[in-house]
Every structure is written in structure tokens, then in C-alpha cells.
């Protein structure tokens, strides 16, 4: 609000100001801004006056109610009587007594800051209102008739005008108008914008006119001379009248040398300029007589020799600020090293005079005479707009020759999607061959995209339209499935082959691929095999692969005294085999060496094995392994084993490993991971909008938070043991659970199940990439972009700690990948002129947070 800006910035001057050495700077302020009023009470009873001197800076004035300035004033120094139960008590009577109360104005500023009093608070709806009223001020404002001693000179004449644009109290427009003191000229400020006005007369009409329109609007009453009526206007500054109106000022000497200086700066760049200026003129006109005189014998005559040189060069030659560069024509030749007959539009055809004036002073080339035109490219041309005609046509025939049957061997195998869409792969190679022609390497001088590029792309367009290559297999031969092809005619094929020249063709006798039969023949044999391995490796590690009943660290199970050890990466892997063992490859191997360091240590201890490291092993009962290591090839065995005396409490429990940690490969691989959390880049962190400072928490409603992958896996996960598994008939799990173990579990002992915890996005949440290295401010301003809130108004926290350096990074802060930010919003306080049936919001102005007029 400007209102507050102009306390704030009045008061942060002052207090900056008065700590300087000058004494007459200290008080500078205070001398031209501040006033004196004192509130009087007299009792009625005895007539005793209390009295009690203030000072101001700004006169707060109500204008509900008043058309004038001056009644407002007067309203603001009226009497207010103190009766019933807001009677005074005066100290002579020593009694509550009847009296008076008014403000009387003891001394008034050089300059008289009025606040009109626009916003109000509206009772029936609980929130501020502006009032649209017009109010009458005029250009001279005599106040020794409000003064307490009149022996004064109180004559002030208007400097300045702020204007508030809009109708509600929560948003709106400022414009500012100023008078000059020294031209008496009126100035209007508008953002950036700064206007002189006409005739040193302050106009208001035309912010009065921009203004919200309302359905109340009070027709605008008549201004005098000299005053001037508004409804927007909100604060008013009066200047008190002198008689010396051009004040004499001495400049000091270093001053004046150093304004005396640019100046002489400034008068060298207007020469400079001038300079500049007189030479581009001479420039222009001998580029305009050149011009002139090329212009006219530019075009060339019937029957007379002639160029063809491109219009976008002769747009860069006729342009003076930029030189052209030399004449570039490969942009508009064929493949075959001629001009292109699409590219005839954008070329311009010269007399070979002017051709050899530009290339004599510009050089390039190739020159493109009459002679240039490529006749290859316009017979094919020609023959691409035939087949265009005559597509539809055809298509009519080869269907008709489609519903023929063939018999004997005299036709031809053609793929079933081909003949669907072949109307469609025509036109779009066509249209290919068309964009082929029309399209030339690139932008004309200099700008050409490289033919490697361009020939790379036109495979690949090539390689998703040919024709007839959906019955071609892997070998380049006929494929063996006949449900993908079928037999159509000779005189069908013919018309087909028209369109696809290139197009491979199989004769109705051709015998399919010999090595695709082999193959599909072995393939069958490994599926089957692949089938029994995985039913016989399902039904023996039936706790392995449903993870029912698992043994966990944190929960020693009392039947074994060992437990053994396996990678998670292993069980997973093992898993994606056994729900699809036609499309995954068998796992042999245990693959323990991922557990271990180069020394043969164990690189986890037992106590992080069950916390944060139990995303990464799988315990295994001693029965299990015993099958495990028929099943499978065991490179290394990890063994977990527990010691406790007779009687003892199970808490008093030994654990050892074998092989036995390896301290040194543990320091580091914490280390490691340490420096990994703290220079990871692009890693996913997720952010939370808090919404009355409650998070909405991921246990709170599991089946509206949970994703439906995650909620599908966890319902797969607590099938009975003796449900068929839906997973052999799946296809795109493969991928999702190798994702899943790459991501990580972490174990937790719940019923006998082992769920996965990893996070799940709830509502009001959106997940970032960020780096480590990149700062608080920046992911500040990616968190704007995701949310809309400005980063003034972002409050941002992670574990309970509060994110405030705006120059840390992320890796300082402690902000490590999949964690999860709270945002905690300032949201500004919507129009609510439109607003009445809106739930009412009560939320603190902070409207000059996070500058500097707040700081004293």
C-alpha cells in the first residue's frame, strides 16, 4: 500500500538520517515533514484543559460522508463530546465529569502530507471496501482557519496527487502526479512510464475515465477554477506558499567540476553521433543512387540473357545496416546439381548485366542461368502429381482385385497390415517425395543443414513407411507366420508395385525362411524349458518368491540360531524369471560378490543390515539355502549367526558374521555414500504444499495416496500362497519390477510381511530434479514455477529444519535425493468485491516483507 510505503520509507529516513555527523541533515525530515497537534479535553465542570502534544507526519482524513477537502479537515478537528459511560475524569473534580475533546492544530510542516481515507472496513462482509466517492480539493489550500494561532502564514499550494486505480481495497494501480516546483509543470508517473502534461494544469480526467467502471458510479460534480474533483485520488501533498519562488544554490566546487565533466563526455558522444550520423547519410546516398541506377535495368528482356539469383539476398542488399555476405545458390539446387523447380518462387530473375555487378562486388555462386532448370526434377515432378491424381482411382482397383481368389502359384505374398494402410503409406511417401523436392538443404546463405543429417532422417522416415516389410524377417526372407500375409493377384501386385517400386516380393511359391523355422522351433524347446525350471524353482522357494514369513534382523526368529544371506538384486531378478519365464533368461548364480569387498569382507555390519541397509539383502532360512545351492551357483555363503547363553534375554544376543566385516571398506562405502548425498546431480526430490500448516499424511488414507502400480504390488503381495499367479500372462512387468529393485525396499517386520516403503506421492505434492551444487535461491524459483508462489512468499522446511539461506546449496542444507520439502505459502488475499460468498480468510498484510523498510 502506498500509504505504508510512505510511513515505512519516512521513517527508515529519519532514522538513517539522524546518525549523520551534519546537524542539518539530521533533522532535514522532521523540518519538512513533521507537525504538531495536541488532543485537549475540558471538563465541563470545572473547566480544567488537559492537554497532550503529538507529532505528525501525515493528517489521517475521513472523506465518508464529504464532497470537500475542507469539510473533511473540519471534520478531523471537530469536538467529540465525553458523556454516559465515556465520561472523562478530571483530576480538579476528582470525578468523572462531562467534557470535551477536540484536536487543535499547534504548527504545521513545509510540506503537509493528506491521507484520504478510501478503504474502510465493511462490517457486513468482514473485509475492507474502497469508497468510490468524489472528493473536491483545489490548488491553494488556506489552513490558518483550522490553525490555534492565526498569526501565521498557512497558505499551501498542491505539489502532488497519488491516484489509486481499481474498486477493490486488495489489488489495484497507482499513478502518481507531481508538479515541479521551480517550472510549475505537472508531471504524471505511471510505473516507468513519465508523462509532462500540457500546459501546466494538473489533469485528472483521464485517470478518472480509466478507472473500474461501477454500477453506482456518482455522476462527477462541477470543478471551479483552480479545484479539481476525483474519485481515486488517495493521498494529497501540499507545499507551503513562499513568496522567493527561484531559490539561489551554491554548488560546491568538486560538484560542478564532475557535472562539468560529463557533460563534456556527453557533448563528445552528440558529436560523435552527428558524426555517425552524417556518414550513414552519405552511405545511404550513394547506396541510393546505386540502387536507382541497378534498379532499372534489373529486370531482364524477352529474348535477352538472364540470372536467377535468390529474393532473400536481394532483401539482405537492399537493407544498409547489414553489408550482405556473398551470393548463395546451393540452397536451391537438386541432387542433381541444377535449380530446382519448386525453388523458381523465391528466386528472382535478373538481366545478366546486374548479375555480373553482384558478383563482381560479392563474389558466390553457383551462377544460375536460363539454362539451369533441372529437367530431371520436373518429369519428377510431373510424375509424383499423376500418381497423386490417379491414387484414389487405383485404390478403387486394387480393391476390386483383392476380393478375386488367386489359384495355382501366379501371385504374390503381401503383408495384411500392408494392404490396410497402403492407400496411406502412398500418400504419405508422396507427400515425402514432395517435401523432398520442395525442401532444400536448408536456409539460403550459409545457414545449410548437413547431408549426413538429412539422409540420416530420410532412412529413418523410409524404414517406418516401406511397404511389404511387415512379412519380412530378421534373415531379409519371407517370414513364417502365414496369419501376417496372404496371396493377392499378379495384376494387383503390378498396380501396388507402381507405388513402391523398392518394395520386397515374394512369389506365391516362395518357400519361407529356413533358419526363422529353426528358431521358432528351439525357441519353443527353451520356453518349455524355461517353464518347468521356473515352476520346479517357484514351488521349492515358495517363501522366496511370495516373501511370506520372512526372517528379519530386527525380529530374531526363535526356531534357528542362522540365518543366511543373499542380494536383493538376485531375488529380484530371480523373481522376474519365475513370473515370466518366456521372456526373461533363467538366473544362475547367486551372486554374493556384490556383498562383499575386495578383500572378501562383509561390507555391512549387523546393526545397519536392520535399518538402512536392508534394502539391499535378503535373509534366507537355513532350509531355503540348502535348495538355493542346488539350485543355483553360490560364489561366496554370508552367514548371520546368533549366540545367547541359556536363560538369558534375548536382547543380551550375539551376532556374528561370516565372512567378517571389513572395517576399512565399510569406512569407506559410508564415506561414499556420504559424498554421493551430498554431489548427486538430477536427482528427484518432492515438495509439499502445506495447507493450514497440516501435511496431509501418506498413512492417513492408503487407498487415495497409494499410486496404482504400488497398490497393485502390495495386493499381489498378500495373495493366498495357492492362487494361480497372474504374472506368467503379464508383459510389461518385466520392466517395472527391474525398476523397482534398482529403486530399492526397505524391510520392516508388519504381520509377517514385507512391504515396500518407498515414497509415495500424495496430493498437493510435485516431484523436482534438482543438483546438489545448484542453490536454495534456484530451486526457490523451480519451486514458483511449479506451485505459482513467489520465493518471498515461499517457506520452506525439511525434518523440522527451517530453509532459509537462499545462497547454501542444496548438498549443505542437507537436502539429499527422494526428500521431501515442505512448502508453506503466503497467498495473497484475492478480490473480494467478487468474493461475498466466499469463505471469509483472515491472513496478516506483510506487504513490504523482505526489504529493507521493514529492517529498522
Known sequence: DAQEFSKLFMSLLEDTLSKQKNPDVRNIVQKQFCGEYAYVTVCNQCGR??????KFYELELNIQGHKQLTDCITEFLKEEKLEGDNRYFCETCQSKQNATRKIRLLSLPCTLNLQLMRFVFDRQTGHKKKLNT????????DMEPFMERKNGVYVYELSAVLIHRGVSAYSGHYIAHVKDPQTGEWYKFNDEDIEKMEGKKLQLGIEEDLAEPSKSQARKPKCGKGTHCSRNAYMLVYRLQTREKSLTIEVPAFLQELVERDNCKFEEWCNEMAEMRKQSVARGKIKHEEVKELYKRLPAEAGSPYDFISLEWLQKWLDESTPPKPIDNTACLCSHGKLHPDKIP??????EYVADFFYGRYGGGPRLNVKALCKDCVVERCRILRLKNQLNEDYKTVSNLLKITVKGSDGFWVGKASLRSWRQLALEQLNEQDEDAEHSNGKMNGNAQSKDESNEEKREEEEELNFNEDIVCPHGDLCISENERRVVSKEAWEK?????????????NKECCSQCKILEREGEENEALHKMMASEQKTSLQNLFHDKCRPCLGSWPQETDELYVVSQFFVEEWRKFVRRPTRCSPVSSVGNNLLLCPHGGLMFTYASMTKEDSK??????PSEWERIQKLFVVDHVIKITRTQAAGAD?????????PQLCPECREGLLCQQQRDLREYT???IYVHKVVDNKKVMKDAAPELNVSSSEAEEEREENKPEGEQDPDFNQTNGGAKRQKLSHQGYVTCQKQGIRRSTRHRKVRGEKALLVSANQTLKELKIEIMKAFSVAPFDQHLSIDGRVLSDDTATLGSLGVVPESVILLKADEPIADYEAMDDVM???????GFKGTGLLGH
Open 650 to 658: 534375548p536382547e543380551s544376543a550375539l551376532y556374528a558374521s561370516e
Open 840 to 846: 471469509q480468510v483472515c491472513m496478516p498484510e506483510e
Open 134 to 141: 468524489y472528493i473536491g480539493f483545489s490548488e491553494l489550500l
Open 49 to 54: 484543559e488537559s492537554k497532550l502534544v503529538s
Open 496 to 508: 501396388l508395385k507402381q507405388y513402391f517400386p523398392k518394395a520386397p516380393e515374394f512369389p506365391n
Open 682 to 684: 538430477q536427482a528427484t
Open 346 to 351: 523465391i528466386m528472382k530473375r535478373i538481366s
Open 616 to 621: 539391499l539383502i535378503a535373509l534366507i532360512w
